[in-house]
Each structure stands twice: as C-alpha cells, then as structure tokens.
C-alpha cells in the first residue's frame, strides 16, 4: 500500500509532464505553420526583386517579411524545445503534423494554393492521429545528468545511425543538390530531415542540461553540454538553409507534408534508438502509436494529393521565338511570311507582330 503512492504519484508527475509537453508541441505547430506561409511570402517578394533563394540567391536576408516569418518560427521552435524538456521525442515530434493543417488553411487563403474538400479530409485524419499518439505516448523518466544523455549517445546502435545521418547528408548536399535539387523535391527535404533528426536529439540533451541546471544540479560545467549545443546550432543553420531552398523551389502544399514524413520517420527512429522511448512498453501502446503516426502520415499524403502544385518556371520561358509578320497579300488573303520575305512585292503591310511564349 505504501509503495503504491509514491508510484501512483511518479505516474501522475509523468503524466503532467507528457501533458505539458504535448500543449508545447500544439503551440509550437501552430507558430511554425504561419511561419511557412510568411517566409514564403517574404521569399516570393526576395525573389521578385533579385536571385531567388532556389537558385542561391540570399537577397530575401534584406526582405523584412522573411525576418518576420523566421521570428515567428523560432517562437514556434522554442515552445517545441521546451515541449522536448517535458515529454519524449515519440510524442512531441508527430504533432508537427498540426503545422501542416495551418499552413495549408493559410496558403489556401494567402498564397491562393487552393485546398480541395479532400484536403479537410487530410486535416481531420492529422488531428486524429495526434490525438491517438498523445493518448498512448510512453512516459519517458528524465535522465539525472549529461553525462547519463551522453552514455546513450555514444551507445554502438545511435553511434551507427549517426554515422549514416552524416554521410547520407554530405552526399544529398555535394552530389545531388547541384544536380538535382531544383527538379526533385527528396534532396532539399531529405538533407532536412535527416539533419534534423540529430537536432532533435541534441536539442533534447540541451533542454534536459537546461532543466537540470534551473532545478539546482548545474550541467554547464560539462563539456558534453556545450557539444550538444554547438551540435544543435550547426545542424539548425544547415536545416534553414536547405528548408528554405526547398520552400523557394516547391509548392508549400508539397514541402510541408514530405517534410513532415521523413523528418518524423527520422526522429522517431533515432529517438527509438538513444533514448530506448519503446522499453517498458506494451505491444499495444506501440502498435497504437504506430497507427497513430500513420493515420497522420496519410493524412499529409490526402492534403498533399488534393494541392495545386505550383508550376516551375523556365528562365528560357521569357525568351521569345523569332517573330513572325502578319502580312495582307494583294488578293486580301492573310499569311505569315519569315522576316526574310518582307521585301517581296506581293505584300502590302505589316499588320503585326507577335510573339508566342
């Protein structure tokens, strides 16, 4: 009896702490996904006025409308670094599904990328499956130190996974982004996404050193800590940087969800791995999870299949053909003649010219 109250307390306290984190991630979506449609717009303004983003350019560093949508999302990524100090990466990172519901309604409305009545279908299979994830998400103990965060990280299973992550990224970003990272959307999505899931895991290291240390057990003395801080600012640089090329290429209707699949897949994955989310759990919370996450991942392929996509323009489309002259023949019968044969004295006038693009 009396060891039952304290475990029944320490349940309780896990899940306040789930519940915390998981309105956190909520929050946390809700900034990320306006911040898309803001940055997409101070893009399109940048890109009018100079080199697009796409292509290298970084005039859209001199577009407030970008630096307003960046504000935004880095309150949306604060709210989701303390959602990771609260709850485990298997229940906050999922609930990034809800970034793509606000940002799909705002480009419906905003950046007129239309939303079919499929798309709400999309939506409503997102919050069903976030609602799913966070009813049987596993209560994760916080570990007591840095050092215990580190003890995992350099564990042989997430060493491998990380060695992947680095050399699958460094081959998206020297081979295939200059070739084919205008035509397909996998590469900028892909460095993304793997990148990100070692954010995610640093970033969480730095939050528990955060919430240890304003708890009264200090972490800063640790060179661990500050690993995992520089880990996170390179990996965040590099996230924005391809995130943003991938935004100035492709439809935000395509980008959001294709981002979202592969950086959760990703996370969770590594997540599973470091910090073991899954032991000490039933086969039918995980299976629940699972379907959670799959719900939701169908949920962004719907939204995704019921978008306008937009339309990739040629630099060679504003290049004219050869103009071509409408003449008036002696008969009163029109023709089109080559600029060769505008002195034949068969014909009148010139009427007009056309180009055809």
């Known amino acids: 009896m009396n060891r039952a109250a304290p475990d029944a307390a320490a349940a309780g306290g896990l899940f306040a702490a789930n519940l915390k984190g998981s309105l956190l991630a909520v929050a946390s979506s809700a900034f990320i996904g306006v911040s898309f449609i803001v940055k997409k717009k101070g893009l399109r303004r940048a890109g009018a006025a100079g ?40 229940l906050v990172t999922p609930l990034g599904a809800l970034s793509i519901i606000v940002s799909a309604v705002l480009a419906h409305f905003i950046l007129n990328e239309k939303l079919q009545r499929m798309g709400v279908l999309g939506c409503v299979l997102c919050i ?61 999505v892909g460095i993304c996404s793997v990148i990100g899931s070692l954010t995610v895991m640093s970033i ?39 995130l943003n090329k991938a935004l100035d290429t492709f439809n935000t209707a395509v980008v959001s969800p294709i981002y979202y699949a592969m950086f959760t897949s990703l996370t969770i994955l590594a997540s599973a791995i470091m910090f073991k989310d899954w032991s000490g759990q039933s086969a039918s919370s995980i299976a629940s999870e699972i379907c959670g996450f ?64």
């Open 294 to 357: 799959l719900t939701v991942l169908s949920g962004t392929v719907v939204l995704h299949s019921t978008r306008e996509s937009d339309q990739t323009i040629s630099p060679d489309l504003y290049t004219p053909l050869p103009p071509i002259y409408w003449h008036i023949q002696g008969n009163g019968e029109a023709a089109k003649q080559k600029e060769d044969d505008l002195l034949s004295a068969d014909f009148i006038t010139v009427v007009r010219q056309d180009y055809f693009v």
């Open 204 to 242: 969480k290291a730095v939050g528990i050193a955060i919430k240890l240390t304003i708890e009264g057990i200090n972490q800063a003395g640790y060179f661990q800590t500050w690993l995992f801080a520089t880990v996170s600012a390179i990996c965040i640089i590099i996230q924005l940087v391809y």
């Open 51 to 90: 080199s697009r983003a796409g292509v290298g350019g970084y005039g859209y560093l001199l577009e407030p409308l970008w630096w307003v949508g960046m504000v935004t999302m880095l309150i949306g990524e604060i709210a989701n670094f303390v959602a990771y100090m609260f709850a485990p990466a298997v």
């Open 128 to 188: 069903v499956g976030s609602t799913v994830i966070i009813l049987h998400a596993p209560e994760e103990e916080t570990p007591s130190s840095v050092e215990q965060i580190w003890n995992l990280a350099t564990q042989p299973a997430f060493l491998c996974y990380a060695a992947f992550a680095l050399v699958a990224s460094l081959i998206l970003m020297m081979h295939c982004a200059p070739r084919y990272g205008q035509t397909n959307i996998a590469v900028y």
